[in-house]
């Protein structure tokens, strides 16, 4: 299994890190190694691959972030409302 410190790292660079770390087991489950390609092919392709993943998960919070109007809206209704009791309703006697 991976080392523990090499996990955290992974951890702390986020989605991105963690898409990496599994992209990297999976290369070495398949006995690839980057060593048979040049360092600077093997860079970019890293680049590439977090740049995508990256692009996706901005893209993914992007698309389903509330819209500028629903947090105008929600923004002061935590607290802001003092609710009335209704004069009508049967339970108030």
Do not use: C
């Not at 523990?4 to 991105?16: C, D």
């Not at 860079?43 to 698309?63: E, K, P, Q």
């Not at 105008?72 to 009791?85: D, I, L, T």
């Amino acid at each position: 299994m991976m080392d523990e410190r090499v996990l955290r790292v992974l951890v702390s660079l986020g989605v991105p890190g963690v898409a990496l770390g599994v992209f990297y087991l999976l290369l070495r489950s398949f006995d690839f190694e980057f060593s048979q390609i040049p360092p600077i092919l093997s860079a970019v392709i890293v680049i590439l691959f977090l740049l995508i993943v990256g692009g996706i998960t901005v893209f993914a919070l992007a698309r389903w972030s509330p819209s500028p109007s629903e947090k105008k809206n929600n923004a002061g209704s935590a607290g802001s409302e003092v609710r009335q009791p209704d004069k009508d309703h049967p339970d108030k006697r």
